[in-house]
């Protein structure tokens, strides 16, 4: 309605400023022409000597002109109406007007047909000899011939109009459509986005603004659909990871309490097992608000300079016993003139959680290679396993929540499927790169990429 509106207002003053403008510039370049004429006859009558001749160009004059010509010797008989029969009734000038022409000034008004009623125009030029008003020459014509010429133009004006109009109209009902049911659309996708339904989209047509809007739109309810989904896997995962335990933990509880177990071996395994699934839950639970602090954008990092190489080797100190128990060698490769700019303890994570993995998944006898070397300014950390690997399709899932390869194997071994997850987050933090690459049944290479400390 307001494309409508607005256009017609401005159809309608354009259209009646041109009409305007059109009619004045007419009528007035018929003034001028009459007033042309009048001075013609009047430069004619000056240099004529003979009054038939001037008499004769009067008569030319009205006949092959637009105007009719009337020459009086007596200016009194224009105030006076007559001897002309055309205009018996009225006069054709007023007694004001007679004063101008005394005066030696032209008169040229626009006025209503005595007897026809219809508007004239007309220019009334003096004729003076020797500072004496001699004569007259009323030149006038009917205003219906000047207007005629504006029947076509009118009609033209009022088909462009019309054409216009409707133009405008489909055009702003066509652009509301386009803007409108895209908005419409979101709106109806919102209301079922706010009761938990993400998984409308808006179907896109057009590459302009309300395209892209609709774009953004769709792209935000991808991320909906995913935060969702993620946040119910989520809650599957803690359930999950957290009924297996507490089943154990219940059913071996009430069998003591019950006195189904009665033989203290027995007991002592079974409060053993307890004990396990308890320190399960609580590494869980540790785990679980790690990942959320580190997930945290606001959660700080205490950076400082440290040699990347001396807490590589404090870690592997710690694992020294597990891997002898395995009988895997870790073979070490680092330069110590490295320096990076982190936070200890969670670089220590770091490498504690890759080194934990390596060792858990590498066969009895087999071994795990560290190395850290320089590469322009980046540290790169690398920790390879001569375990079983991990299958292609697997590897972009791999430090996700609770995502495990072998989920069976992963839960005998104690795993609570987020450290690498954790891994990921720090070494994010960091401004690092995480990068893993692995070839199944042979092994898996864990690559760290750190922003290096020059000295």
């Not at 401005?10 to 403008?21: D, E, K, R």
Request: glycine content about 4%; aromatic content about 8%.
């Amino acid at each position: 309605m307001t494309i409508i509106v607005v256009s017609l207002v401005m159809i309608v003053t354009g259209a009646g400023l041109t009409y305007y403008l059109y009619e004045k510039f007419y009528v007035e370049k018929q003034k001028s022409l009459l007033v042309v004429q009048g001075e013609e006859l009047k430069s004619y009558y000056q240099n004529s000597t003979n009054k038939e001749e001037f008499k004769k160009r009067i008569e030319w004059t009205d006949k092959t002109s637009d105007a009719r010509v009337i020459f009086t010797e007596d200016p009194m008989l224009l105030s006076a109406g007559i001897p002309y029969e055309e205009f018996t009734d009225n006069n054709l000038i007023t007694f004001e007007e007679r004063q101008h022409l005394l005066e030696g000034e032209k008169v040229i008004f626009v006025r209503k047909h005595p007897r026809f009623n219809q508007d004239i125009l007309a220019v009334t030029i003096p004729l003076f000899k020797e500072n004496q008003l001699e004569g007259a020459i009323f030149l006038y014509m009917s205003l219906v011939d000047v207007y005629e010429p504006f029947q076509s133009i009118r009609f033209i004006l009022i088909v462009m109009f019309v054409v216009l109009l409707t133009l405008i109209i489909w055009i702003g009902h066509k652009m509301t459509n386009q803007i409108i049911k895209p908005l419409k659309e979101m709106e109806t996708i919102s209301q079922k986005m706010s009761q938990g339904d993400f998984s409308k989209r808006i179907l896109v047509k057009k590459k302009d603004e309300i395209g892209n809007l609709s774009n953004s739109f769709n792209i935000l309810a991808s991320s909906l659909e995913e935060v969702d989904k993620k946040r119910r896997e989520f809650l599957q995962n803690v359930s999950h990871e957290l009924r297996t335990p507490l089943s154990y933990i219940k059913g071996y509880t009430e069998a003591i309490l019950d006195g189904i177990v009665v033989d203290r071996n027995d007991i002592e395994k079974y409060v053993s097992i307890i004990q396990n699934e308890v320190g399960r839950m609580h590494r869980l639970v540790h785990d679980l608000l790690d990942l959320a602090q580190l997930e945290d954008d606001s959660y700080p990092m205490k950076c400082e300079p440290l040699p990347f190489a001396q807490l590589i080797m404090d870690v592997i100190e710690r694992f020294e016993l597990l891997a002898s128990q395995k009988e895997i060698a870790i073979i070490r490769e680092l330069d110590q003139d490295i320096i990076v700019n982190g936070d200890i303890d969670r670089l220590e994570q770091v490498v504690s959680n890759l080194l934990d993995n390596a060792i858990r998944y590498t066969p009895k006898g087999k071994s795990v290679r560290i190395c850290l070397s320089q590469e322009e300014n980046t540290a790169i950390f690398i920790i390879e396993d001569s375990g079983s690997g991990i299958p292609k399709e697997d590897l972009p899932k791999v430090v996700e929540r609770f995502y495990r390869v072998n989920k069976a194997r992963t839960r005998k071994e104690g795993g609570t499927g987020l450290g690498l997850s954790i891994v990921y987050q720090i070494v994010k933090k960091h401004d690092g790169e995480l990068k893993i690459d692995s070839v199944y049944k042979e092994g898996t290479s864990v690559i760290v990429k750190l922003p290096l400390i020059l000295i």
